[in-house]
């Protein structure tokens, strides 16, 4: 079930890795994804939850601190690698869309 | 409840998030904000009407067995208050925030997260609460037709039957529907999500009409089961009953609430939970069976008799002196005082039936009258008299009935030969079964199917 839900990463799957690079407690995700994206992309609090949970049973991220409620994330080379794949993915759909869509668009 | 409170049953489909929290919304501008929830109730206080965002939100790994909210749910909780959500209370894993934000951030931005989040929540209760109590109706549904193919015609005239096989009829229909209606909506919203769309809206108006469907069965079934409470006995019968279902009802929640308070691991809350729901179910089986026993013994399921009679053995025996549509006098029979006859006549009338069941009895052990037993149900409604037919002419514990010559006027008979004779009769209105400890002539079988079908 993971791995079919997380072979494309949704843009707040992504924002969330890429935001996970440094490391930080869950709460500030929100924030930091909305000021990396300038508001384009929010997360809601119930769905980082579900996607940290996620993440991290897929070994994705893992966790580094707990001061009481408040526990702090980090990413995995496993995450950066998925992270990686969808760049990847998304520049070859770039690099498409270049060589076929804007000659014809033009 | 006092003014500053107020309680509203949760009619709501535990997956329409949607519908709970706009309703909540509503109360809160009319001046109500949600202060708890429990299985089936929501608590609001008085408060200034205000313009209240509302979530509804599913939190799975929680349990209704939770004594506190789990690290999990304190962690989600923190993250909703940092997006501007305040926890208002929660019942088991739905969880319910409000924010005074007039816009704030949804708690759930990802459609297909979301739906995970619910399905997996419904599975653990809407799916397996309706589950099991589709198993349990099913057995018990189970258990009354094996009760009506042994006893057709005590079943459809009486009211108290009719009313419980309605209620189990509604009762099926109603959780196959409702567990139909939900794993519609969830591969409908599944569909949709994976084309990029959010979750389907959920049929709560449905689910509500069919509430109102399975109460109105309900209150049929409590007034059948009441137009039968002059029959002896019964009303202790129903009192037992109702006393136990109240003490079932209030015992089983505030047990739950007591384990939750101990401060008690989800496991021993669980555990101490069901040991508490089959400790009651035990004590109510026992309890009826001590009062069945109890009232067998004392004879209180009889009506009076009119007269105890004791046997030249020293047997005592109830004696009646009802009046029956057909004796063994009017058969010719010459019944002696001494054989000390009971004429027993027991009728029960019900919407679908009427049917009468008549015995006469020598008391007298040593007299050498035939057995003389019978039962006459008027059916106005074909299919159900041909569902009583076909129970009585299939139902058999030694010998099975034998399609016969129909006789008397009867469209259909059936006959059973062997210690006596048994005949069934099926007119256009009525079924008619003679149980006789000697072979019947044409004329008695003639004079008892006249009397029986110029009984009313």
């Known amino acids: 079930m993971a791995r079919e839900k997380f072979q494309t990463l949704t843009e707040q799957m992504f924002y969330i890795l890429l935001c996970l690079q440094r490391e930080c407690c869950g709460a500030d995700v929100m924030e930091r994804v909305t000021t990396m994206t300038n508001g384009r992309v929010v997360i809601g609090p119930g769905t980082l939850y579900s996607l940290l949970e996620s993440f991290l049973s897929e070994g994705f991220i893992r966790e580094t601190k707990v001061e009481g409620r408040k526990r702090s994330y980090l990413i995995t080379p496993q995450g950066r690698e998925r992270l990686a794949g969808e760049v990847r993915r998304l520049e070859r759909q770039t690099e498409d869309y270049r060589k076929f869509g804007e000659g014809e668009f033009a | 409840m006092s003014k500053e409170k107020k309680r509203e049953l949760n009619w709501y489909q535990a997956n329409d998030s949607e519908a709970m929290a706009r309703r909540l919304e509503k109360m809160a501008a009319k001046g109500w904000l949600l202060e708890s929830v429990d299985s089936m109730w929501r608590t609001y206080r008085r408060a200034e009407p205000s313009s209240v965002r509302y979530a509804v939100t599913y939190f799975p790994d929680a349990s209704v067995f939770d004594g506190s909210p789990t690290g999990g749910q304190e962690t989600y909780a923190d993250y909703c208050a940092a997006a501007g959500w305040e926890f208002v209370s929660a019942y088991g894993p739905i969880q319910y925030f409000r924010s005074t934000r007039p816009d ?39 258990s009354h037709t094996s009760s ?98 109240a003490l079932l009802i209030v015992a089983i929640p505030l047990g739950l609430k007591w384990l939750k308070k101990r401060g008690l691991s989800r496991g021993v809350v669980r555990g101490g939970y069901i040991a508490l729901c089959v400790g009651l179910g035990v004590l109510y089986a026992a309890g009826a069976i001590a009062l069945a026993m109890r009232l067998a013994s004392t004879g209180a399921m009889h009506r009076e008799p009119a007269e105890v009679y004791t046997t030249s053995y020293g047997y005592t025996r109830d004696l009646y002196r009802d009046g029956l549509p ?57 299919w159900l008299r041909d569902l009583c037919w076909d129970a009585l002419s299939e139902y058999h514990s030694t010998t099975p009935f034998q399609p016969a010559v129909p006789r008397c006027g009867a469209e259909r008979a059936m006959i059973r030969g062997g210690r006596w004779q048994d005949f069934l009769l099926y007119y256009g209105d009525r079924i008619i079964c003679i149980q006789a400890g000697w072979e019947l002539t044409e004329e008695q079988v003639q004079l008892a199917a006249d009397r029986l079908l110029a009984w009313s």
């Open chain 2, 326 to 382: 057909v004796t063994l006098e009017d058969l010719g029979f010459d019944v002696p005082a001494e054989a000390h006859c009971s004429y027993e006549a027991e009728v029960d009338r019900s919407l679908l039936a009427s049917c009468g069941r008549f015995d006469q009895d020598a008391l007298e052990i040593g007299s050498d009258l035939p057995i003389w037993s019978y039962q006459t149900a008027i059916i106005p409604w074909d």
């Open chain 2, 104 to 142: 704030p951030v949804p708690i759930e931005t990802d459609e297909g997260e979301k739906l995970r989040s619910i399905h997996k929540t419904m599975l653990k209760t809407l799916v397996l609460a309706h589950c099991l109590l589709l198993v349990s109706v099913g057995v018990t549904t189970w």
């Open chain 2, 148 to 245: 009506f193919r042994y006893a057709p015609l005590s079943a459809v005239s009486s009211n108290m039957t009719l009313g419980l096989y309605l209620l189990l009829a509604v009762l099926l229909v109603y959780l196959v529907a409702i567990l139909a209606d939900y794993f519609i909506w969830y591969f409908r919203s599944k569909a949709s999500v994976a084309r990029g769309g959010a979750c389907k809206k959920v049929h709560t108006q449905a689910r509500l009409m069919g509430g109102w469907v399975l109460i109105g069965a309900l209150a049929l079934c409590l007034a059948g089961t009441l137009s039968e409470v002059l029959k002896p006995g019964m009303a202790i019968v129903m009192a037992y009953s109702f006393g136990m279902a």
